[in-house]
Structure formats: C-alpha cells, structure tokens
C-alpha cells in the first residue's frame, strides 16, 4: 500500500515557477517508478514526466521538455516536479502516482496508486 499527498500548487504568471511535491507512504517507494500527470478542465489526464526507482532515467512529455525537471528522494519518499517558464496551458490539476514496477513509464495504466492531485494555474 503507498499512500501520496501532492502538495505546492497555487497561482503563478506566465513565466514563473512552482515546485510540486509528493510525499509517498509504505516501503515500497524506492522500488517502484513515480510519475506526474495533470488534467485540465475538458481534457484527458496526461502525462507530465516520470522517474524510474532510482532517479537514473526521467522522460517527460514533448510538451514540458526542457522546463520541467522531475527529482526524488529515496531517503525521505518524495519526489517533486520543478516547473519553470510556466504557461497559460500548463493550467491544470497535477497528480503524482506510484508505478508497479520500477521502470519509467507515461503509461498511465502501469501506475496503482495515485494522490488527490493539486491545482496549478498559470495566468496570462
């Protein structure tokens, strides 16, 4: 069982920045791939970025390459997502979640657990 609490969403303009955080409970975290999604209003949820068990291998989709950087702390069971040159369309409800396995995935299938999301919106 892994429990996740998201936190660190709020308001931001164009431009700026916001770091996410996720808390991870239960001893398996280490061993299991983290990922990042986000829906907005009308949309599908889709991934943002993930990050295999050890922190040795990220992807992250086209559309957030090379502004977003996703990190974890095996040590204290938590991974962030570090978000910069934020934009209007990054506005959405940013969940992280828990892999089964420990191989990075945007597969949203392969995940198991998944936390209640916080709201990140970016104003123009």
């Known amino acids: 069982q892994v429990q996740l609490i998201e936190s660190g969403g709020g308001l931001v303009q164009a431009g700026g920045s916001l770091r996410l955080s996720c808390a991870a409970s239960?001893?398996?975290?280490?061993?299991?791939?983290m990922g990042w999604f986000r829906q907005a209003p009308g949309k599908e949820r889709e991934a943002v970025g993930t990050?295999?068990?050890?922190?040795?291998?990220?992807i992250y989709a086209d559309s957030v390459k090379g502004r977003f950087t996703i990190s974890r702390d095996n040590a204290k069971n938590t991974v962030s997502l570090q978000m910069n040159s934020l934009k209007p369309e990054d506005t959405a409800v940013y969940y992280c979640?828990?892999?089964?396995?420990?191989?990075?995935?945007?597969?949203?299938?392969?995940?198991?657990?998944w936390g209640q999301g916080t709201q990140v919106t970016v104003s123009s």
């Open positions: 979640a828990a892999a089964a396995g420990f191989q990075a995935t945007i597969v949203a299938n392969e995940y198991d657990y």
């Open positions: 990050i295999n068990y050890y922190g040795g291998t990220t």
């Open positions: 239960g001893r398996s975290f280490s061993s299991r791939a």
